[in-house]
């Protein structure tokens, strides 16, 4: 076993005194409010005053003052947020009349943390409400919380282009901070074997291919994604400059009537297979297979949860998961490394090569050739 990942084995054992597990239970039967109350500090800007008022502390009194907030509604969200361990009490607070707040590292973390952030508001804006229909889902296969943002869309990538804004800016927020961390990594591992001609499946934003041009001055890209999402890829590229480098291949990957480039020297897929069911996976690499030749490179960036470093990295993905169910698709998960890998076998493909660890979310470049 790779030293570098965190160790599955903890999910073998239960060692937890009875006394931590009913606390830990408490955590999950509250957890809705007890993210609520999280919210409401960050947005009434009680946890930042708390953090500005650094190692003196604030009290109630203060907070109500400087938040517009009654001392009643900063009461119950300090105890809640003192529960929780987000915020600490001064060494001198002996009574409720003399207590002051000061901020734990777990507040630290929501305020300042970007990992932390990114998937707080992800959950706030995209997730929280449809995860009300989670059992729905799991029974039926298909997203039925998306319907709290219309009733039209079968999957989330449909309607990206007509959410709300705030609820847009979380999702691609959301989408960007995994994968774009790991390009700089990536960019040198696709480029060694100098390829002119890319597939961007799931191009999105075209973030990723804008960076392959910046990198490379001869290559050029094709994106492939749906209709809204070619719309502002096409947008993004010609701002950079790239329209002449960038093509468009606009079509649902999984219909019978797109039809990828032929013979590309590479195809790159990133965080996109993780949108797909297992079976799905192996439906859109059988249509790579078709276009590549045998000296294609297929390139795979995944966050996989087995091939973390650290366990709070694994149980993001894991909970990422339950997005997909709910909200996405209804169908497909952050996936393991063998899952994975065995349903693109599956399609004719080999693995060539694997790259773990890139960048600092711990993402996994799987390269694949035909057998």
Not at 197 to 206: H, M, S
């Amino acid at each position: 076993m790779d030293s570098s990942f965190f160790s599955i084995e903890k999910y073998k054992i239960d060692t937890i005194r009875a006394v931590d597990a009913k606390f830990e239970a408490q955590k999950i039967a509250f957890a809705p409010l007890a993210f609520q109350s999280v919210r409401a500090m960050i947005e009434t800007g009680i946890l930042r005053e708390i953090d500005n008022a650094g190692e003196n502390g604030v009290s109630r009194a203060e907070l109500a003052k400087k938040c517009n907030v009654s001392e009643y509604g900063v009461g119950v969200l300090c105890e809640m947020a003192l529960g929780m361990n987000v915020i600490k009490l001064t060494e001198d607070s002996s009574s409720s009349e003399s207590e002051k707040f000061v901020l734990g590292k777990i507040g630290w973390m929501l305020l300042e943390d970007d990992l932390t952030k990114v998937n707080f508001n992800f959950t706030n804006d995209i997730c929280y409400k449809g995860a009300f229909d989670l059992l729905d889902s799991v029974k039926t296969g298909k997203p039925e919380g998306l319907k709290v943002f219309g009733n039209q869309w079968t999957t989330v990538y449909e309607a990206l282009s007509t959410l709300p804004e705030k609820a847009k800016k979380s999702w691609f927020e959301f989408d960007h901070f995994y994968s774009d961390i790991a390009f700089p990594e990536a960019l040198p591992i696709v480029f060694a074997e100098k390829p002119k001609t890319i597939i961007d499946i799931g191009g999105n934003t075209a973030k990723w291919s804008i960076a392959c041009c910046n990198y490379d001055p001869d290559v050029k890209m094709t994106i492939v994604d749906l209709p809204g999402q070619t719309a502002v890829a096409e947008k993004n590229a010609a701002e950079a400059g790239f329209e002449k480098r960038i093509g468009f291949c606009t079509g649902n990957i999984l219909s019978a009537e797109t039809n990828l480039p032929k013979n590309p020297d590479a195809v790159w897929m990133s965080q996109f297979l993780d949108c797909f069911s297992l079976h799905q996976v192996t439906k859109i690499l059988k249509k790579v297979y078709e276009a590549a030749t045998e000296n294609t490179n297929v390139y795979v960036l995944e966050p996989l949860w087995d091939k973390q470093h650290f366990e709070a990295s694994a149980y993001s993905l894991m909970a990422t998961s339950l997005y997909f169910t709910c909200i996405a698709n209804g169908n497909s998960k952050m996936y393991r490394y063998e899952e994975l890998v065995n349903a693109i076998r599956e399609a004719g493909f080999e693995l060539k090569t694997a790259h773990h660890n890139l960048g600092s979310n711990a993402y996994s470049l799987l390269v694949f050739r035909k057998k």
